[in-house]
């Protein structure tokens, strides 16, 4: 799974942040999470490519939705075939659809808008899926956490061969979970050479939201979470008056969800240019690796049975 940040700004862009966007590469499928005004330049700029199969939308304010329509416009423009799902809060479809209808966007390829609950499942694959959580902003919102399955417990060949299974097709079949029979007639278990089955990823990304408790059941344990920090404590009494969060109180959400790593995100022109405070605020409560994410930004995230990197 690989993050790259198109958009880390607040509500204003600055020369060094674009308004909020966050593209997520999983096992070849690209995800983008709200598309700020200029998505698709960032998009460019920092080569993420354009095969995008899914966007999800927090809310309809202007710099999470305004990119929308130019980059619909473009994909028309390079005869995209696939369908796009927009997956978008309760009772905006049609505020969607006039988006798009206002700048005469009317793609050749199918639009399909799904309104979303909070606790529903927004996207569902084979081994992960995309659920809508409760968020708190000035307008109806939602956040998201894409959540994968369980994988399966390490195959132990060492042992196997020791209880005489052949190396060939029934490594598969107890690796899937099926008894083996020997020529000997001996049966082979999977839980003779098969380990406990290991946690998949989880990644929340809330949008603009206060401090919430969903946020904290969502993100249990999270390996990343993008939490809304757009004030330091010097100006901690705009937060509740605007729908925010502060950067100690993202990093309050992240420890008490165990999360492992905190990407503070949606930042005051304030400290466009110099983030340090949000940092600072945040490293005071939470003992996982904090950082404000930047535009352009990329790390992978891991599996939690392996190291953790980053660029």
């Not at 909020?20 to 096992?27: D, G, I, K, N």
């Not at 598309?35 to 710099?63: A, C, I």
């Not at 639009?111 to 606790?119: K, L, M």
């Not at 098969?194 to 603009?208: A, M």
């Amino acid at each position: 799974m690989h993050v790259t940040f198109l958009g880390t700004s607040g509500a204003v862009p600055t020369t060094e942040r674009n308004t909020s966007a966050v593209l997520v590469r999983r096992e070849g499928e690209r995800f983008l999470f709200d598309v700020g005004e200029g998505t698709q330049r960032q998009m460019m700029r920092f080569g993420t490519g354009f095969d995008v199969s899914n966007v999800f939308l927090t809310h309809l304010h202007g710099d999470h939705v305004l990119g929308l329509p130019g980059l619909c416009q473009t994909w028309d423009f390079n005869d995209r075939e696939d369908a796009l799902a927009v997956h978008a809060p309760p009772g905006t479809r049609r505020d969607v659809e006039r988006l798009l209808r206002a700048t005469n966007t009317d793609p050749s390829y199918p639009v399909r808008i799904n309104e979303v609950r909070p606790g529903e499942v927004a996207l569902h694959a084979d081994d992960y899926e995309v659920r809508a959580f409760r968020t708190e902003h000035r307008t109806t919102s939602v956040g998201y956490a894409l959540i994968e399955d369980e994988r399966r417990g390490r195959f132990d060949r060492q042992r196997a061969e020791e209880l005489g299974v052949p190396v060939g097709p029934m490594f598969s079949r107890l690796h899937s979970g099926e008894s083996v029979e020997l020529e000997d007639g001996t049966v082979v278990r999977p839980e003779q050479v098969v380990g406990e089955p290991r946690p998949g990823r989880r990644l929340v990304y809330t949008g603009d939201t206060r401090p919430v408790d969903a946020t904290v059941e969502v993100a249990e344990g999270a390996d990343l979470l993008i939490h809304d920090a757009t004030f330091a404590d010097d100006h901690a009494e705009r937060a509740p008056q605007t729908g925010h969060s502060t950067a100690r109180e993202a990093a309050r959400i992240a420890a008490r969800a165990g999360a492992k790593r905190l990407a503070l995100t949606h930042v005051s022109t304030r400290y466009g240019g110099y983030p340090a405070p949000l940092q600072e605020d945040a490293r005071e409560v939470f003992d996982g690796e904090a950082f404000v994410a930047e535009d352009g930004q990329e790390l992978d995230v891991p599996y939690p049975d392996e190291p953790q990197s980053g660029e």
